[in-house]
């Protein structure tokens, strides 16, 4: 019979890659980690861990198990803050990945607005672009993510559940006022993390030419710093703005183009009232992206 316990061993060791830094980070011994090993392997009846040197790596069934082993505990521990926060929402822990932008507008206001309702209630925040937020929501490691997709992007499906909260125009980052994509069809530019290259690539084609990607940063603070500085061109979101401007970049609305930005989850509804609680108030805090 599987245990608990010999999961959380098994998703640690594949977590640190090895034996002694699974121990350090469960506050185990190296025995009593290899003894866990020893008595999973024998009730699955298969070998999932193998000796290279002086290390060790993971079987192909082990790699199998570890995974499903990492789902099952933040199933379990997303089920613990669940029952918690069911008691009138006087307890319990939601937790919450975003990526920067929202992380620094949107969610400090419906952080502000569940203090007040809920003031027992913990919301735990984790930096993360859509694509691995929706990873760890899947795999139970979060609760709720927000995250955003251009008009043209597939929605996603695997079992999220996605509400629309708001739109965020996107702006066009340059040395010049009231400046035109058009202008900077020949311009290195300034990309981002995947979804913000698929963005980007996506509103340049519109006007005709695909974007010579020079550069890469997700840093908004960074991407302005080098606009500044005549390395290249971008495009950050209103939000991203409202973040951190400087005064010595030009920024030009895009006509047409913005994110939509969702709060998903995962798993059949009703969502738990802690979560619930956390979606309606990132709805609340949507508001109108000022202009910049």
Request: charged share 20%; proline share 5%.
């Amino acid at each position: 019979m599987l245990s608990l316990v010999h999961l959380n061993v098994l998703a640690a060791v594949a977590r640190n890659g090895s034996v002694t830094e699974a121990a350090r980070e469960l506050h185990y011994s190296q025995p009593s980690v290899s003894h866990h090993l020893a008595r999973l392997e024998a009730a699955t009846g298969v070998k999932l861990v193998q000796r290279i040197g002086r290390g060790i790596r993971l079987t192909p069934e082990g790699v199998l198990l570890a995974n499903r082993a990492a789902e099952i505990l933040g199933r379990v521990d997303a089920a613990t803050n669940e029952l918690a926060a069911q008691v009138g929402l006087q307890a319990g822990r939601v937790r919450l990945a975003a990526n920067a932008s929202t992380l620094s507008t949107l969610v400090p206001k419906a952080t502000t607005t569940l203090a007040q309702a809920h003031p027992g209630l913990e919301l735990s925040l984790i930096d993360q672009h859509p694509v691995e937020a929706l990873q760890m929501l899947r795999h139970g490691e979060i609760d709720v993510a927000l995250v955003f997709r251009h008009a043209d992007a597939p929605v996603e499906d695997e079992g999220f559940r996605l509400v629309h909260i708001g739109d965020d125009p996107i702006y066009l980052i340059s040395q010049r006022p009231d400046d035109t994509l058009a202008n900077h069809r020949h311009s290195a530019w300034i990309g981002g993390c995947d979804r913000c290259q698929q963005e980007l690539v996506t509103v340049c084609r519109r006007e005709g030419f695909t974007p010579r990607i020079a550069s890469l940063s997700d840093d908004m603070v960074v991407v302005q710093a080098l606009v500044a500085a005549g390395v290249g061109v971008a495009t950050l979101p209103g939000l991203a703005l409202q973040a951190h401007r400087r005064p010595d970049v030009h920024v030009t609305e895009l006509s047409g183009a913005h994110r939509q930005i969702y709060v998903a989850t995962y798993g059949d509804p009703p969502d738990p009232p802690a979560v619930a609680a956390v979606l309606a108030a990132l709805a609340e805090a949507t508001t109108p992206t000022t202009s910049a």
